[in-house]
Structures are given as C-alpha cells and as structure tokens.
C-alpha cells in the first residue's frame, strides 16, 4: 500500500505555500495574534481561489475534493499560522460537513454555497448540563474576554473566537 501523496497532491501542497507565503508572510501571522485579530486577508486570498470549499460537492459550490487534500490545506494553513488553519477547520468542520451530514436539501443549498465561497463563517460552542460527559468543563464568567482565544457568554458555556466568525 502506498501512502505517498500524489503529483497532483503535492503540486496542490507547493501551490499553497506559494500563496500563503504571499498572503500570510510571518510578520503578518504575528501582527494578527499581536493585535487579538482573525487573519481575514489570508482567509478571503484562499476563498477567492476556491480553498475553502475544497471539500465541499460541487453541486453545492464547492471542488469536491477528498479529505486528504482538505487535511493538505489545514496541514499548510496551519504551517503559516495555526489560526488560520483552525479558521478553516471550522467553517469546513462544525459548519461544512455538519449540514452536508445532518442539514436538509434547503439548507445545504443555501449555507454550504456560502461556505465554500468564505462568505459564511462558524463558531463552535460548548455548554455543561446536559451536554455529553465527553465535554470538556466549561470556564466561569461572563462577557467576551478582549485579546483572548474564548468568549465566556455564560457561566456554562464556552465559544470558539468570535473574531473569527462575522
């Protein structure tokens, strides 16, 4: 059995990095954690070369591609600023393959063309109660906490960075 990517896999692999040096040099990853900021920039460069529905059907906007080149754009997004690459995760993640898995006709058509475009965005969020014991505790507090990578909206409930999400 061979495991080795193939031409077209490492073609798509050098062709993200080439993008991504452009578009998320070091010293613009750095000024975005500096500054508590989403990388949107780098994010819509992606979107508009058709990255983020890299794993999307394409009856819904997207490439239609397999899981191992979408684990290829997080690898190589996250090589340039994890933020970024868990950005992507995300949206493709807890709001891509969430609907296409579990959502109705209408809303595939109408959400996952906006994922794959960069024109939605998803967060991802935690609660204690009733929520399966597989759920990591949920922090204490309220209010959105500036510079930080959560947002407390209740005493039991945890968000993903809403910088991330608009």
Request: glycine content about 12%; aromatic content about 8%; hydrophobic content about 35%.
């Amino acid at each position: 059995m061979d495991f080795a990517f193939s031409e077209e896999q490492e073609l798509m692999r050098r062709t993200l990095h080439d993008l991504l040096g452009r578009v998320c040099p070091p010293d613009y990853a750095m000024a975005c954690d500096q500054e508590g900021r989403a990388p949107r920039e780098a994010f819509q460069a992606l979107a508009q070369d058709g990255w983020i529905g890299l794993a999307i059907p394409e009856e819904y906007g997207g490439q239609g591609r397999g899981m191992t080149d979408l684990a290829i754009l997080l690898e190589v997004a996250g090589y340039h600023y994890g933020d970024l690459g868990s950005w992507i995760f995300r949206n493709v993640s807890h709001g891509g393959v969430a609907i296409l898995l579990n959502g109705t006709e209408e809303q595939k058509r109408d959400i996952l063309p906006r994922t794959a475009s960069g024109q939605a965005h998803f967060a991802f969020g935690l609660t204690r109660g009733r929520t399966p014991r597989r759920s990591p505790p949920a922090p204490t507090g309220t209010g959105a906490v500036s510079g930080s990578a959560e947002r407390r909206t209740s005493p039991r409930a945890w968000m993903s960075p809403p910088t991330s999400c608009s």
